[in-house]
């Protein structure tokens, strides 16, 4: 298996508390936490989450992407 790497965004949640992580190569690919640890360490395993299902489905795995 390869590895790839991925860029995660780390946002706080402006109209309540907590932060939401997201996966910009990943549409969809999101992370939810009360402290800035929390969604980083579960995005983790959404991002395997969402892998898995786009397998399943047949569809092809992005690579990582950056805007600059």
């Known amino acids: ?3 790839i790497d991925y860029t995660v965004v780390l946002e706080p949640n402006n109209d309540e508390r907590g932060y ?3 996966v910009p190569a990943l549409p969809g690919c999101v992370s939810l936490g009360d402290t800035v640890d929390e ?3 579960n995005v983790k ?3 395997l989450l969402w ?3 786009a397998r399943k489905s047949g569809e092809q795995i992005p690579e990582d ?4």
């Open 51 to 53: 892998i898995s299902m």
């Open 39 to 41: 969604p980083l360490d």
């Open 65 to 68: 992407w950056v805007f600059v």
């Open 20 to 22: 939401t992580v997201t």
């Open 1 to 3: 298996m390869n590895k």
């Open 45 to 47: 395993d959404a991002i």
